[in-house]
């Protein structure tokens, strides 16, 4: 009898964790679609509205389909030719900004990052507490401050006025500094010490590699913080020729509101669907390293 009241319970229990279960799975479940139906609808919106006309903004719901008129292609010719190509050369600043500006960031962070989780020297915990302090400096409180600084330097309107600030990405050391702290183990690089091997050809060889993943997921964090960037060539940048896309399409949308100007609303929605398609297609095709570079030192062995 005693025996059959002490494993009545489990038989009893086991309905209720099963239905709690049920019920964080269908939960969670209900939360991931929320997110998820937040994350697309924009990006259908757009989708639908670049196939449509001028009038047709304005003349049909905003998320279906104009009848009758479809002018994706139309769009997409006028975008890129419209005010003698502009566009095109907006998209050129952009690709200069994330190329030598993210590319150059990623090794900066991946050099400075690196040094400091291997190698010992003085003043290494202050270097920790600056980078700490910058991390949660947001970056448009160093616009003006940079601007004032640039305007001394007379490079104020320059590409270099936007590539010089993006090579410092205070995350993406931080990032690089931990990752490489987990990811390259001391005894590897002790070991190719005494092989003989000095420390350039230990890094490039040996933690390079070792680093791939983390230094993927800088580089996707750095282009898509540049290739977003709009506040810094706002205030930098007077030249549309030097625009990058964000301010180019912003200049776009403001012609309605100027004294003779003309209404392209299909041509800013049809650039910005244009503008993602770079940054989609990098995602999915990093988007194995940049998975394993977040779960990384996520197992302690």
Known sequence: MTTALRT???????????????????LLTGLVALFAIYSLVP??????????TQDGLFSSFGLWFDDGKFALFANIKETLTYDDGVFVRWLGNTLLYVVVGAGGATILATLAGYGLAKFDFPGKRGVFAIVIGAVAVPGTALAVPTFLMFSKMNL???????????????????????????AVPDEIIEAARVDGAGEFRTFFKISVPLLAPGIVTVLLISTVATWNNYFLPLIMLKDPDWYPITLGL??????????????????????????????????LLLQRYWQSGLAAGSVKE
Request: glycine residues 4%.
């Open 250 to 283: 912003n200049a776009w949308n403001a012609q309605a509101a100027t004294a003779g100007g003309q209404a392209v609303f299909n041509l800013v929605i049809t650039g910005s669907l244009l503008t993602i398609l770079p940054l989609i297609a990098a995602f």
């Open 156 to 182: 104020t309107n320059t590409p270099w006025a936007v590539i010089i600030p993006s090579l410092v990405t205070p995350l993406g050391f931080y990032l690089m500094w931990t990752f490489s702290a987990e």
């Open 43 to 52: 990006m259908v919106w757009l989708l639908i509205n670049a196939t449509k």
């Open 8 to 26: 009545r319970p489990a038989s009893v229990d086991a309905p209720v964790a099963t239905k709690r279960r049920r019920r964080k799975s269908i």
